[in-house]
């Protein structure tokens, strides 16, 4: 019965969560390493604009939920992310527009492009604060579990409960969903593999009459795509706050680098390394040893949580030094 009350809390506590938020980490990494790969620099305005979409996303759900509409035991956000979306990649394609085409045209180095997009963080940063404040907001109606702690108890007999969160749930759906949409679009589809040849070579693309306007378009639009409703899970699955989406941009970076900056495979696989690597090492073992017949006498904890982005540079630094092109062998940095 140890052994299996061990088992429940790995699952409860480092297992769950870790999928529920590498998901998360992997549907941003995935936006970063399209814009990586095809527009060739690194957008460091990503994590805002999770944050701008979510809060977009909030609005139109708040909007939704005062006319009286529900999705029962689902989030009434499920319905108000297509409209986030929207809105959000309009204001992203106006930023291409007015920010980053007179670079592109001008054949400017990637630096340049990455500067102008931490100039464009903080402009969608301040907008975000304006547009919904800074307190932290949670938007999460419908049910709460699908699986309880004392429901669990019940049917078990266990002293250790489980819990599996529906927003949990709807992470892994969804992003099992997104991944697979992503993958047969870019291999399937026309304009995928256009998208493919011009992150290839853009030169032999262009000479085989791919519009290169259209392929920034698409890019854009499925990276914020993919940012908003990372966003918004991560807002489902905890709250939403300005400032968090600022600071989970490092693990999303470190998820796409781990992986392989321009390979959408190794964006997902980085994802889910850095998630369990974080919760790894800041979660307190001491319950898991007491289970198994160990009497430790700390908490067993490497990192405080305070500390879990520290796993991220450390990861991060470790890659770029000794494979910079990732595991699954994308582009340098």
Not at 136 to 144: K, L, Y
Not at 153 to 161: D, N, P
Not at 288 to 312: D, M, N
Request: proline share 3%; aromatic share 12%.
């Amino acid at each position: 019965m140890d052994f299996l009350n061990a088992l429940v809390a790995i699952l409860n506590f480092v297992v769950i969560p870790a999928a529920a938020y590498g998901a998360q980490l992997a549907l941003g990494a995935l936006g970063v390493t399209l814009i990586y790969g095809i527009l060739r620099f690194s957008n460091f305005a990503h994590g805002d604009t999770m944050a701008f979409g979510t809060g977009l996303v909030i609005l139109v759900t708040w909007g939704l939920q005062a006319l009286g509409i529900s999705l029962g035991p689902l989030p009434v956000a499920l319905l108000a992310l297509p409209i986030g979306i929207a809105l959000c990649s309009a204001f992203v394609l106006g930023t291409d527009r007015v920010v980053y085409r007179f670079y592109r045209k001008k054949k400017s180095d990637s630096i340049i492009m990455v500067m102008a997009s931490v100039g464009v963080m903080f402009v969608m940063n301040g907008l975000t604060r304006l547009l919904i404040g800074v307190d932290e907001i949670r938007f999460d109606d419908g049910a709460r579990f699908l699986i309880s702690v004392q429901d669990f108890k019940a049917w078990t007999g266990l002293t250790e409960g489980l819990a599996l969160r529906l927003s949990q749930a709807l992470t892994l759906v969804v992003t099992a969903l997104c991944c697979w949409a992503l993958f047969r679009f870019l291999n399937k589809s026309r304009s995928g593999k256009a998208m493919r040849a011009y992150a290839d070579n853009e030169d032999l693309a262009l000479l085989s009459g791919i519009d290169p306007e259209r392929i920034v378009r698409l890019t854009w639009i499925i990276a914020t795509a993919l940012a908003v409703t990372a966003g918004t899970l991560y807002g489902l699955d905890k709250s939403f706050k300005a400032f968090n989406y600022f600071q989970i941009l490092l693990p999303i970076f470190a998820a796409a680098i781990v992986g392989g900056l321009g390979s959408p495979i190794g964006a997902v696989a980085g994802g889910f390394i850095v998630a369990f690597s974080e919760v790894a090492v800041t979660y307190p073992w001491k319950k898991i040893a007491t289970y198994l017949g160990f009497q430790p006498e700390g908490l067993l904890q490497l990192l405080s949580t305070e500390y879990k982005f520290a796993v991220s540079f450390v990861i991060l630094i470790v890659v770029l030094l000794f494979r910079p092109t990732g595991l699954f062998r994308g582009k340098a940095y």
